[in-house]
């Protein structure tokens, strides 16, 4: 592999993965408070209490997903600093993190449904998750455009390659 590539500076590469750790430690973080907080939740209104196992396992595994992006992110982060970024192991992370928003995606449709059949929602409440949907599936999309040209640049880079 060509090293002389241009790269990000290493300080922003560091801040970045820095920045992806803290989130990283917030999110499990965030998991170990979601069982007690539910708890408190379910206490405080114990009309929706039946909602609490539902929607509790629907936050850690939204969470989950968000750690995961994360992962992905910071992989890709430091395939671009280390020049690896132009090969097929590339599209892989990628497309993980498209399958990630996705699933993050019927995550939230799921929940729509559990607190819409659990009477337990509000108009906004609704529009949140819709714009949460809408978000995500342009995310989706946009790295979906990105990947391809990944490819491209993937089968450019190989071609180059072969030329010299």
Known sequence: MNLDLPRPPLALVIATEALLGILFLVGLGAIALLPSFSANVATSLPEYADLREPLLAIA???????????????LLVHRIYSG?????????????????????????????????TGQAGSPFLALVQAMACLTLIAIACITLVLRSLLRNAIAMRAELDEVV
């Open 84 to 116: 690896t970024m132009l090969t097929r192991p590339s599209l892989l992370w990628v497309d993980v993190l498209v399958v990630t928003v996705g699933c993050a995606v019927v995550l939230i449709v799921t929940g729509f449904v559990v607190i819409s």
């Open 60 to 74: 850690i595994t939204l969470t989950l997903l968000g750690l995961i992006a994360l992962a992905m992110v910071a």
